[in-house]
């Protein structure tokens, strides 16, 4: 198995204050959840969007920190094992989906956002991203975050949102009537606002849920295709955050404790897959799945190591969604190939950069179970 330094790679005047300062609310909220990816297509009209000018966009907003990723650029490393539970050898020839399999796994916690020495924050999104290490040099990348679904449907929408939750430079918030502009026309970002918006706060990473947002494809030996969306759910029960918690002085707390856990026994996801029916939507990241859709536990993330961000392990890895091996396929989704155009421009920029010490400083543990 390998360890950490093996592997790189929201009278009627009131109510209409009232509206719009939910709407303001709501925009914030959609605002700060644009940094959950950086989504951007090369394919909009030129000066409109492209991968380089979204990444642009998070540098003007978060500042220059070369050799840190554009978003998400506060991060720890983990490395350790997925054990298939053989429940979705049937609907995918992936080799980590067989019976009694074992596959190497690497990845990366972090929090959204492009500023690698920022405190850590209980609204914070929360990402997982993880590398299988199949046979044969295949891999399977995947970046999963802890929200509900994505506030966006496609590029265009992006860079609408984006357009209308640009501060003013006389207030530093968005204008309330070009959000209510916004979500008059895009009623799909309104209703995956509030469904965010709502999503319950766990304790830390260890017992935080971490989805897909964006369907896949599982591809069985016979060729037949399901759609999927996937979820990595916590073996430790799901605690709320408490105001004590979110009020603490370590500015790393977060981090600071999944490796504390990890030290003391292995931290555990269980691979849920869910899927879908031929009518569910899998070009659209906004609108869930109905909550009675079958799901298969297919597999165990047991993660037995951390370690800070350094030369050769997850910090110079690309979690592109789209590195995929046979037996998984991208979906329709407009969001899956702008993800893998911005993610590329954001690491092309960050490896010809001198590097930091990340934020983040932990020592790697034992390595037992790897």
């Known amino acids: 198995m390998p360890r950490l ?37 090369g394919w909009l009209s030129p000066g409109a969007l492209t991968q380089a000018r979204i990444v642009d966009h998070f540098e003007r907003v978060n500042g220059p920190h070369p050799g840190f990723r554009r978003n998400h650029a506060k991060g720890l490393c983990l490395a350790g094992r997925f054990e298939s539970s053989g429940q979705g050898e049937r609907l995918s020839r992936a080799s980590l989906f067989a ?40 891999e399977w990348r995947t970046g999963t975050n802890d929200i509900p679904v994505f506030p966006v449907r496609d590029p265009a929408a992006f860079d609408a949102q984006l357009r209308a939750a640009k501060p ?10 070009a959000l209510k502009a916004f979500f008059a026309a895009h009623p799909e970002s309104a209703k995956a606002a509030s469904l965010i918006k709502a999503r319950t706060i766990t304790s830390g990473f ?54 504390a ?15 879908g029916a031929p009518d569910d939507p899998t070009a659209d990241a906004t609108r869930p799945w109905p909550a009675e859709r079958p799901s298969l536990n297919v597999g165990t993330v047991i993660v037995a190591e951390t370690a800070a961000e350094a030369d050769g392990n997850c910090r110079d890895v690309n979690f592109d969604p789209l590195v ?8 329709d989704d407009p969001l899956l190939s702008a993800r893998s155009a911005a ?10 950069e001198p590097k930091a010490p990340s934020a983040v400083h932990d020592t790697p543990a034992s390595g037992a179970g790897l």
Do not use: C, M
Not at 99 to 122: E, K, N
Not at 236 to 247: D, F, I, L, V, W
């Open 5 to 41: 330094n093996d592997l790189a790679g929201a009278g009627p005047a009131s109510n209409a204050r009232a509206i719009l300062l939910r709407l303001g609310a709501i925009g914030g909220l959609v605002a700060g959840l644009a940094g959950t990816f950086a989504y951007a297509g």
């Open 99 to 138: 019976a009694g399999h074992v596959t190497p796994v690497t990845g990366r916690i972090a929090l959204a956002g492009g500023q690698p020495y920022a405190a850590d924050a209980s609204t914070t999104v929360r990402s997982l991203a993880l590398r299988f290490h199949l046979p044969d040099g295949e």
């Open 168 to 177: 003013d430079p006389a207030t530093g918030k968005p204008d309330p009537e």
């Open 206 to 259: 260890a017992d935080d849920t971490f989805r897909s947002l964006n369907a896949f494809r599982l591809v069985a030996r016979d060729g037949t295709t399901t759609p999927v969306r996937w979820a990595f759910v916590p073996e430790q029960a799901a605690t709320a955050q408490s105001p004590a918690q979110g009020a603490r002085p370590d500015t790393n707390f977060l981090f600071d404790d999944f490796a």
């Open 261 to 275: 856990a990890v030290r003391r026994a292995s931290v555990r996801w269980h691979l849920v897959v869910t899927l």
């Open 324 to 331: 995929l091996p046979a037996g998984l396929a991208g979906s």
């Open 343 to 352: 993610y590329a421009q954001s690491f092309t920029r960050r490896a010809g």
